[in-house]
């Protein structure tokens, strides 16, 4: 017996030393097809992952990947406020290319929704919160709260996210009117043009890109806040522009998507045709696909389970994008777990994409019954505690090690802002700011100035902007010797060298500039004249109106002016010369309106906009849910006894009766679908309820009938309030005749 027990306990150490201690999840991608030439692979999945919505790569080039696993856990979005989410690092011990290990950095979080690694550590949300942590090995510390009303209100689907470092050291985020930075270690915080819905996006310019549902690709044709100086003048012309028509997808099988019922949703063959989810747009930076994918846009489409490449077109005044393809998608699945949610350039040139894998996407608050019945059919609820990650990679593309940041020395980095890669140069440019490397001040001057690598140049020239190290000559030279695309940025950033002692070489490097003709240069030079003209309208003011002649039914430089006159647009509204040249343009309609709205103080919305206001069905799901479901069922199909189905239900579709009945209660026999309901007690409205608006009405309404019907339908506040005084008969609750009564006047 003690033989065997040894050689059992032999046997069981030989199986214990043959096993690596690598969790590798395999994943078939035989549901997967995409684009010939390319190669996809599986860097991470469950158990490791569960339901990521983020990532980021830290200064070794790991994975940091943001979970959400609190998101739509069930048909009814329960668990949202669970502190279930996480944020963890990817680990590749065995070097094998693929993740093996999760380590987790934090825990108990509700809904993190972004991260990014700025300033040698990691900010990230954690609704309503964004905070930033020091790392010290693998662990946070030092937590500074950045922003208190972050992500104050909405639901997950539209709250702040995004956490985008652009080229001119500000990070940006979609579904927000707010960019953040930090100088000399205090956080920054300043109003930007609000932008998109979940995902934003860089180009190497710096021009942002976002989407939101149903519009596949925004973004702004300029540098961001070119056009916002002038708080009294809100920009149309150039930025959140529709870049695209053509919102057609092209699924690989007939998916459920919301509005399948609806009209002109779905195709003959049960194929969704437009965009209905579209999110996270990512401007391909990584230098390691062909030429011809250099800065293409790639969308994601989760409710399609499909990844989209568009081209876009740069018209110097302008960006438009197409379709690359009709009929045919960079990458599609068979597999309706696949969810993109997120794609991210990467440390080695290849595209990164988050794909939550859940059954549920879209948020409760929005669920149509037809979703519904079609998900408890396929049992797309029971999609969850999945995740993945897969790496995009071109078959010709060299595979190159990973380089760790922390162990480059200044000079390593100064090479790295003309890489191949941007995520590499974004990087670069980084850690030469925050470590504060000026020691090779000289070389990134130099960097600055050749014009033989204008990419190289905007990083450097963004280095020295982040050193506080540049000045008004320095940015002179830069435009004399560079191309428009460098110029625009050192006219941009001279904005803050306006002084009287500038004025002989300010007048004239514009002069030259503009005998440039260049229209991607004239929109920025005309934002800088209006600033000019406040120092001195004599010198500048022709200039400025040269330009305007010359471009005068071009709205791209009309906003600039526009937006750098102000404090001095009544002055010239009024100048004869301006009238004169410039008579039955836009500009002098746009311009009249600024000063109208400067006299009664109206400004911009993203001056006077604090927080991200919730959307009317989410505020009336929490209020559903709080007040209604107890009796009529979360899934609104009633509970015997207490209440009848909202389900379908006429007095549903009807939303005056439906007001009525909240307001005021009903008192049964009720009919609904035909069937009669006899309820035991009446059901009290909310009419005496103080604490309950006109507004939380209509919230209520907007869900519900969004929730069990065909479509979601509103009542205005004014309508509710004049519904209170309407009474039934007995002053009391409302029978089904007398509702159906009123129904008829």
């Given at each position: 017996?003690?033989?065997?027990?040894?050689?059992?306990?032999?046997?069981?150490?030989?199986?214990?030393?043959?096993?690596?201690?690598?969790?590798?999840?395999?994943?078939?991608?035989?549901?997967?097809?995409?684009?010939?030439?390319?190669?996809?692979?599986?860097?991470?999945?469950?158990?490791?992952?569960?339901?990521?919505?983020?990532?980021?790569?830290?200064?070794?080039?790991?994975?940091?990947?943001?979970?959400?696993?609190?998101?739509?856990?069930?048909?009814?979005?329960?668990?949202?406020?669970?502190?279930?989410?996480?944020?963890?690092?990817?680990?590749?011990?065995?070097?094998?290319?693929?993740?093996?290990?999760?380590?987790?950095?934090?825990?108990?979080?509700?809904?993190?929704?972004?991260?990014?690694?700025?300033?040698?550590?990691?900010?990230?949300?954690?609704?309503?919160?964004?905070?930033?942590?020091?790392?010290?090995?693998?662990?946070?510390?030092?937590?500074?709260?950045?922003?208190?009303?972050?992500?104050?209100?909405?639901?997950?689907?539209?709250?702040?996210?995004?956490?985008?470092?652009?080229?001119?050291?500000?990070?940006?985020?979609?579904?927000?009117?707010?960019?953040?930075?930090?100088?000399?270690?205090?956080?920054?915080?300043?109003?930007?043009?609000?932008?998109?819905?979940?995902?934003?996006?860089?180009?190497?310019?710096?021009?942002?890109?976002?989407?939101?549902?149903?519009?596949?690709?925004?973004?702004?044709?300029?540098?961001?806040?070119?056009?916002?100086?002038?708080?009294?003048?809100?920009?149309?012309?150039?930025?959140?522009?529709?870049?695209?028509?053509?919102?057609?997808?092209?699924?690989?099988?007939?998916?459920?998507?919301?509005?399948?019922?609806?009209?002109?949703?779905?195709?003959?063959?049960?194929?969704?045709?437009?965009?209905?989810?579209?999110?996270?747009?990512?401007?391909?930076?990584?230098?390691?696909?062909?030429?011809?994918?250099?800065?293409?846009?790639?969308?994601?489409?989760?409710?399609?389970?499909?990844?989209?490449?568009?081209?876009?077109?740069?018209?110097?005044?302008?960006?438009?994008a197409e379709q690359v393809w009709q009929n045919k998608e960079f990458i599609t699945s068979l597999d309706e777990g696949f969810r993109p949610?997120?794609?991210?350039?990467?440390?080695?040139?290849?595209?990164?994409?988050?794909?939550?894998?859940?059954?549920?996407?879209?948020?409760?608050?929005?669920?149509?019954?037809?979703?519904?019945?079609?998900?408890?059919?396929?049992?797309?609820?029971?999609?969850?505690?999945?995740?993945?990650?897969?790496?995009?990679?071109?078959?010709?593309?060299?595979?190159?090690?990973?380089?760790?940041?922390?162990?480059?020395?200044?000079?390593?980095?100064?090479?790295?802002?003309?890489?191949?890669?941007?995520?590499?140069?974004?990087?670069?440019?980084?850690?030469?700011?925050?470590?504060?490397?000026?020691?090779?001040?000289?070389?990134?001057?130099?960097?600055?100035?050749?014009?033989?690598?204008?990419?190289?140049?905007?990083?450097?020239?963004?280095?020295?902007?982040?050193?506080?190290?540049?000045?008004?000559?320095?940015?002179?030279?830069?435009?004399?010797?560079?191309?428009?695309?460098?110029?625009?940025?050192?006219?941009?950033?001279?904005?803050?060298?306006?002084?009287?002692?500038?004025?002989?070489?300010?007048?004239?490097?514009?002069?030259?500039?503009?005998?440039?003709?260049?229209?991607?240069?004239?929109?920025?030079?005309?934002?800088?004249?209006?600033?000019?003209?406040?120092?001195?309208?004599?010198?500048?003011?022709?200039?400025?109106?040269?330009?305007?002649?010359?471009?005068?039914?071009?709205?791209?430089?009309?906003?600039?002016?526009?937006?750098?006159?102000?404090?001095?647009?009544?002055?010239?509204?009024?100048?004869?010369?301006?009238?004169?040249?410039?008579?039955?343009?836009?500009?002098?309609?746009?311009?009249?309106?600024?000063?109208?709205?400067?006299?009664?103080?109206?400004?911009?919305?993203?001056?006077?906009?604090?927080?991200?206001?919730?959307?009317?069905?989410?505020?009336?799901?929490?209020?559903?849910?709080?007040?209604?479901?107890?009796?009529?069922?979360?899934?609104?199909?009633?509970?015997?006894?207490?209440?009848?189905?909202?389900?379908?239900?006429?007095?549903?579709?009807?939303?005056?009766?439906?007001?009525?009945?909240?307001?005021?209660?009903?008192?049964?026999?009720?009919?609904?679908?035909?069937?009669?309901?006899?309820?035991?007690?009446?059901?009290?409205?909310?009419?005496?309820?103080?604490?309950?608006?006109?507004?939380?009405?209509?919230?209520?309404?907007?869900?519900?009938?969004?929730?069990?019907?065909?479509?979601?339908?509103?009542?205005?506040?004014?309508?509710?309030?004049?519904?209170?005084?309407?009474?039934?008969?007995?002053?009391?609750?409302?029978?089904?005749?007398?509702?159906?009564?009123?129904?008829?006047?």
């Open positions: 017996m003690r033989l065997i027990f040894y050689s059992l306990l032999v046997f069981f150490c030989l199986l214990i030393s043959c096993n690596s201690g690598y969790d590798e999840t395999e994943v078939s991608l035989d549901s997967y097809v995409v684009e010939d030439g390319f190669n996809l692979k599986v860097l991470a999945a469950e158990p490791l992952l569960k339901a990521p919505v983020a990532i980021d790569f830290d200064a070794k080039g790991r994975i940091w990947v943001a979970q959400m696993p609190g998101y739509m856990n069930d048909l009814q979005g329960s668990g949202e406020e669970e502190p279930s989410g996480s944020i963890v690092i990817l680990e590749d011990l065995d070097k094998d290319g693929v993740a093996d290990h999760s380590k987790i950095f934090m825990d108990s979080l509700v809904m993190p929704r972004a991260l990014a690694h700025v300033y040698g550590g990691l900010l990230y949300v954690e609704p309503p919160y964004l905070w930033f942590v020091d790392i010290e090995n693998d662990k946070p510390v030092n937590k500074v709260m950045v922003d208190s009303i972050y992500a104050v209100e909405g639901n997950p689907e539209h709250q702040p996210n995004g956490l985008e470092l652009n080229i001119d050291n500000w990070i940006y985020n979609a579904k927000s009117n707010f960019r953040y930075r930090r100088i000399d270690g205090v956080w920054k915080k300043e109003p930007t043009t609000f932008r998109g819905q979940w995902g934003i996006t860089h180009d190497n310019f710096g021009r942002l890109y976002y989407n939101d549902n149903s519009r596949i690709l925004l973004g702004d044709y300029v540098l961001p806040n070119t056009l916002i100086d002038n708080p009294y003048y809100t920009p149309k012309a150039s930025v959140d522009k529709l870049l695209t028509n053509d919102q057609r997808v092209y699924p690989a099988f007939a998916g459920s998507v919301n509005r399948g019922y609806a009209k002109g949703v779905l195709n003959a063959d049960s194929l969704l045709v437009n965009a209905t989810a579209a999110c996270s747009p990512l401007v391909y930076r990584g230098g390691s696909f062909t030429q011809s994918y250099s800065e293409n846009v790639f969308v994601c489409i989760p409710e399609g389970n499909l990844i989209k490449r568009l081209r876009l077109n740069f018209m110097g005044d302008a960006t438009k949610v997120s794609l991210k350039n990467g440390p080695n040139g290849s595209m990164y994409v988050v794909d939550m894998h859940r059954g549920m996407i879209g948020h409760h608050a929005y669920m149509s019954p037809y979703l519904r019945d079609k998900a408890k059919a396929k049992e797309l609820d029971t999609i969850v505690n999945f995740g993945r990650i897969f790496k995009v990679s071109h078959n010709n593309a060299t595979s190159n090690s990973l380089t760790d940041f922390d162990s480059l020395n200044a000079s390593e980095l100064v090479s790295l802002l003309q890489s191949d890669n941007g995520w590499i140069r974004d990087r670069a440019q980084h850690f030469l700011i925050f470590k504060e490397l000026k020691t090779v001040i000289d070389d990134v001057k130099d960097l600055a100035l050749n014009k033989k690598n204008p990419l190289g140049q905007l990083h450097a020239l963004y280095v020295l902007e982040g050193w506080n190290a540049l000045s008004f000559d320095f940015l002179v030279s830069v435009i004399e010797e560079s191309n428009s695309d460098v110029a625009s940025h050192a006219l941009v950033i001279s904005k803050d060298f306006i002084s009287e002692k500038a004025i002989e070489q300010a007048s004239h490097i514009f002069k030259s500039a503009l005998d440039r003709n260049e229209l991607g240069l004239d929109a920025y030079l005309a934002n800088v004249l209006g600033h000019w003209v406040k120092i001195n309208n004599h010198r500048f003011q022709p200039l400025l109106t040269k330009i305007l002649k010359r471009r005068e039914m071009n709205t791209t430089v009309i906003d600039a002016a526009i937006s750098g006159l102000e404090k001095v647009d009544t002055v010239l509204y009024n100048d004869s010369v301006i009238k004169n040249n410039l008579k039955n343009t836009p500009f002098l309609s746009k311009l009249e309106n600024a000063i109208t709205n400067r006299k009664s103080d109206k400004k911009n919305d993203i001056y006077t906009l604090e927080v991200v206001r919730e959307d009317t069905r989410t505020s009336g799901s929490k209020m559903f849910f709080q007040i209604c479901a107890s009796c009529h069922g979360a899934d609104g199909k009633g509970i015997d006894g207490l209440a009848p189905p909202l389900m379908g239900s006429e007095h549903v579709k009807n939303t005056e009766r439906l007001a009525l009945i909240i307001l005021h209660g009903l008192e049964g026999p009720v009919h609904v679908n035909g069937e009669r309901y006899d309820i035991n007690l009446a059901m009290p409205g909310l009419i005496r309820n103080e604490s309950i608006s006109d507004q939380d009405i209509a919230n209520i309404i907007s869900y519900v009938t969004n929730a069990f019907s065909d479509r979601s339908r509103s009542l205005s506040n004014k309508r509710i309030s004049e519904l209170r005084n309407v009474k039934s008969s007995t002053g009391m609750e409302f029978t089904e005749p007398e509702l159906q009564a009123l129904d008829k006047k």
